[in-house]
């Protein structure tokens, strides 16, 4: 006999594999006219102190191969400024998953730049953040205004903004909420943000795609963060106990290993770790990991939760992160899954509920509750996101050794 728990897990189970993406959504010109005029930016902030950095600034370009950005003479400068991480890997391939991930610490199978929404069940940072009350924003290139939901703008000719590069936009529990939509803006709203000292504490930066080198090449990209990214390295606002990330959502070439160049600057950074490289392997959960444990956040249970943390943070922890032999590491395909054009299951990802997680503080209060009695879909202590099932990403090795001298290590497979 069903107990009224284990009738709720199951509706709440149910619920979740047959959700559906819904159809794209087109505004007509004269619905964004007057949504530009109507609607207002929310940029709330806050001031709550972190064990490595007190904001966290996140930058994507698009679609080059590690050896491609690296020869480019404007990043390659500002690398040289801070960290080098030379072992950062995207998650898939095309675009949207790898953001999509970056906000909900999964693909969920997407392997499209689809208009797709996920369910609102589905938690994201922005659930995180609100634990501790961290403000949060992404400031979206050329979007027209503040929560804007069509897929592209503007409606016709070149693309500028694309919805398939915004992450938390992706998320039913983003864009069905009453204010969330409005702390996801543009260029205006983020120099009048930095003019009045209304930044928020955690910033997702979208270029547009000419900026972004999608629709260009590196060279029209590296002259756009040469002219963005070092006047606000010299503004306090932005740069106190900043740490910055300038990433790229995935390599150009889908048959390589899916490295992307990366690099950390900002005001957080140490000085002796300026010039530096760091050899660790990170991904796009590496960093929701980081800022968990950086503010002493839960877990969304997902990939996030066994990634490896920044060191700068991982050394304030004590976390010891896993060396991974990335020899043969591709991590360039997506597993099957509810958003998947390819390899289509109807089942949603059940995240963990259980464990303290890289961060250290557990699995957050939502999902246990979404998910209480489920078993874990992945094995989500693995600091490389795989499915054995499917054959994606096995056979990639990881070791680590604990300060009492233990040495531990796993295969994903």
Same mark, same amino acid.
């Given at each position: 006999m069903f107990t009224k728990q284990t009738l709720l897990v199951f509706v709440g189970a149910l619920a979740l594999a047959v959700a559906k993406t819904t159809t794209e959504k087109t505004p007509t010109q004269a619905e964004i006219d007057a949504a530009r005029d109507t609607v207002l930016p929310y940029s709330p902030v806050s001031n709550v102190k972190g064990l490595a950095f007190n904001r966290f600034v996140n930058i994507w370009l698009e679609n080059t191969d590690y050896e491609t950005a690296a020869s480019d003479e404007n990043l390659s400068k500002l690398a040289k400024e801070g960290i080098l991480l030379t072992n950062y890997f995207a998650v898939t391939h095309p675009s949207e998953p790898n953001y999509c991930a970056s906000a909900g610490g999964d693909t969920f199978g997407m392997d499209s730049d689809d208009f797709l929404q996920i369910p609102a069940n589905v938690s994201t940072i922005a659930d995180l953040f609100d634990t501790k009350h961290i403000a949060w924003g992404e400031y979206q290139e050329d979007m027209p205004y503040a929560g804007y939901q069509g897929k592209r703008y503007p409606l016709s000719g070149p693309n500028q903004y694309v919805r398939k590069h915004n992450p938390l936009v992706l998320y039913d529990s983003v864009t069905d909420d009453a204010v969330r939509p409005r702390q996801i803006k543009n260029f205006t709203t983020f120099y009048e943000d930095l003019e009045h000292h209304s930044l928020p504490?955690?910033?997702?930066?979208?270029?547009?795609?000419?900026?972004?080198?999608? =629709?260009? /090449?590196?060279?029209?990209?590296? /002259?756009?963060?040469?002219?963005?990214?070092?006047?606000?390295?010299?503004?306090?606002?932005?740069?106190?106990?900043?740490?910055?990330?300038?990433?790229?959502?995935?390599?150009?070439?889908?048959?390589?290993?899916?490295?992307?160049?990366?690099?950390?600057?900002?005001?957080?950074?140490?000085?002796?770790?300026?010039?530096?490289?760091? =050899?660790?392997?990170?991904?796009?959960?590496?960093? %929701?990991?980081?800022?968990?444990?950086?503010?002493?956040?839960?877990?969304?249970?997902?990939?996030?939760?066994?990634?490896?943390?920044?060191?700068?943070?991982?050394? &304030?922890?004590?976390?010891?992160?896993?060396?991974? /032999?990335?020899?043969?590491?591709? %991590?360039?395909?997506?597993?099957?899954?509810?958003?998947?054009? &390819?390899?289509?299951?109807?089942?949603?990802?059940?995240?963990?509920?259980?464990? &303290?997680?890289?961060?250290?503080?557990? %699995?957050?209060?939502?999902? &246990?509750?979404?998910? =209480?009695?489920?078993?874990?879909?992945? =094995?989500?202590?693995?600091?490389?996101?795989?499915d054995a099932a499917s054959g994606n990403n096995v056979g990639i090795k990881y070791q680590r050794t604990l300060k009492h001298g233990k040495t531990e290590s796993g295969i994903t497979g």
């Open positions: 504490q955690h910033m997702f930066i979208t270029p547009n795609m000419t900026n972004d080198a999608h =629709d260009t /090449d590196i060279t029209v990209a590296g /002259d756009w963060v040469a002219r963005f990214l070092p006047p606000l390295l010299k503004n306090e606002h932005f740069n106190k106990d900043s740490l910055v990330l300038l990433t790229f959502d995935e390599g150009g070439n889908y048959s390589h290993p899916n490295r992307v160049f990366s690099f950390l600057v900002g005001g957080a950074i140490p000085k002796h770790l300026k010039g530096t490289t760091d =050899d660790t392997f990170y991904t796009p959960y590496s960093i %929701i990991a980081s800022l968990s444990a950086n503010w002493g956040l839960p877990s969304l249970g997902r990939w996030d939760c066994g990634a490896n943390l920044l060191n700068m943070v991982a050394e &304030k922890t004590g976390y010891v992160n896993w060396e991974v /032999d990335t020899s043969n590491a591709y %991590i360039n395909q997506t597993y099957p899954g509810p958003l998947s054009t &390819k390899n289509y299951s109807s089942k949603w990802a059940v995240p963990a509920t259980k464990g &303290k997680c890289s961060a250290g503080h557990g %699995i957050a209060e939502i999902v &246990k509750k979404t998910y =209480d009695g489920l078993h874990p879909t992945y =094995d989500y202590t693995s600091p490389v996101p795989y």
